[in-house]
């Protein structure tokens, strides 16, 4: 069955930086982009950005711009979000998402998500 | 970006009632829009994809309209497991973005 399995819970300073995995399973990881999305706490869902496994390409959401690095290791199936110059307001569940890309980009499995919590 | 309002941002209802979200585009994105299901402590699941169509595993109760700007989605008859918050998503142009949620409770 497909599963998006994410790196455990995160504690971080002010000015540092996160690296969250995403290993996927049950399908080739090549044959789906996958997305990030963050959820702060009590709030709603925001988009980070994409990336496309097969090639590596990136698109990032203005908001994470400068801040945010998506990569994948095909080898081990496993997709990586890295951000940097953490703040605060970067606390909250992180989770990666697959989608087909275009007509059918919509998020059909979800992980079970990462939480960050950045305090100094 | 694509701005999502979704209405109610609350709702209270009760066992066996019809429940109708609406959720509306800033511009028109077709029907890439698709609707999820989240519970407290949980990743959001999909219900709806394609404004209508229904997601794997979803029960027939849930179902979708819209194209264009203007989108629902119905909840047949609720039951006890609905009480939820649910969101819409548009995938028609990056950044992908959100409706800022409709929480739904027991009334």
């Known amino acids: 069955q497909v599963q998006l399995v994410q790196s455990g819970a995160e504690v971080k300073k002010p000015e540092t930086s996160v690296k969250v995995s995403c290993k996927a399973s049950?399908?080739?990881?090549?044959?789906?982009?996958i997305h990030w999305v963050r959820q702060a706490p009590g709030q709603g869902l925001e988009w980070m950005g994409i990336?496309?496994?097969?090639?590596?390409?990136?698109s990032y959401a203005q908001n994470f711009q400068g801040r945010v690095t998506m990569t994948r290791d095909t080898s081990t199936s496993t997709v990586y979000m890295e951000l940097s110059s953490l703040r605060s307001d970067d606390t909250g569940m992180y989770y990666c998402?697959?989608?087909?890309?275009?007509?059918?980009?919509?998020?059909?499995?979800w992980g079970q998500g990462t939480l960050v919590s950045v305090s100094s | 970006a694509i701005q999502l309002t979704q209405s109610p941002s609350s709702l209270s209802a009760s066992v066996g009632d019809r429940v109708t979200i609406t959720c509306r585009a800033s511009?028109?994105?077709?029907?890439?829009l698709a609707w999820y299901q989240q519970k407290p402590g949980k990743p959001p699941k999909l219900l709806i994809f394609?404004?209508?169509s229904l997601g794997g595993g979803v029960p027939s109760g849930f179902s979708g309209s819209g194209s264009g700007t203007d989108f629902t989605l119905t909840i047949s008859s609720l039951q006890p497991e609905h009480f939820a918050t649910y969101y819409c998503?548009?995938?028609?142009?990056?950044?992908?973005?959100f409706g800022q949620g409709t929480k739904l409770e027991v009334k």
């Open positions: 998402v697959r989608g087909l890309g275009g007509w059918r980009d919509y998020f059909d499995y």
């Open positions: 049950g399908y080739t990881l090549s044959d789906y982009y």
């Open positions: 990336i496309n496994p097969s090639g590596g390409a990136t």
């Open positions: 511009q028109g994105i077709s029907r890439a």
């Open positions: 394609h404004a209508s």
């Open positions: 998503q548009q995938f028609h142009d990056y950044p992908y973005t």
